[in-house]
């Protein structure tokens, strides 16, 4: 199975990338976390997503807050699927990274998520390598039935006191 790597622009980032590292784990996947700045470390990004294919990744998660430029760096120099997660910081609650994150030029993608939506691309990463993974598009879609029956009994619980 490819690995996932997980890459976020600093440390106090980790609380949202703890979030996909255990979601990854609940499934399985193999992955590895690093830290690496768009603007104190592009070297060792840039050497990072451009060889990250050949040591055995198959999808790139880039968290950042801020400028929030990681993703976009990541994704310029590998042609992986590049998930970013913009995170919060203290100027605009997240929402200068969003738009740094979602706003990329022609020809270089990078798939967003929510602010702080950790959890969503590790799903999201799960769904791009189970398109060739049968047993990992199980272990989805018996996650999605789970959470299908939890938001029904929610229902019959709501529903009862109202009666």
């Known amino acids: 199975m490819k690995k996932v790597g997980i890459i976020m622009g600093s440390d106090s980032d980790l609380p949202i990338v703890q979030k996909t590292a255990d979601t990854l784990q609940s499934f399985g996947v193999p992955f590895e976390v690093h830290v ?3 603007h104190r470390t592009p070297a060792q990004a840039k050497e990072f997503a451009a060889s990250a294919r050949e040591n055995g ?5 880039a968290a ?8 976009g760096a990541i994704a310029a120099n ?4 590049v998930i970013g997660i913009p995170c919060k910081s203290g100027n605009l609650d997240g929402v ?7 706003q990329m030029p022609s020809g270089i993608p990078v798939a967003t998520v929510a602010i702080g939506g950790g959890v969503n691309a590790a799903l999201l ?3 791009i390598l189970a398109v060739e993974d049968a047993a990992l598009a199980e272990k989805l879609d018996a996650k999605r039935r789970a959470d299908a ?12 006191q109202f009666k």
């Open 96 to 102: 200068d990274a969003l738009l740094s994150t979602v």
């Open 64 to 71: 950042a807050g801020m400028a929030a430029h990681l993703a």
């Open 125 to 127: 990463s799960i769904q």
């Open 149 to 160: 029956q939890k938001v029904l009994e929610k229902d019959a619980a709501i529903s009862a």
């Open 36 to 38: 690496y700045s768009a």
């Open 78 to 81: 590998t042609t992986l699927p």
């Open 57 to 61: 990744f198959g999808v790139l998660i």
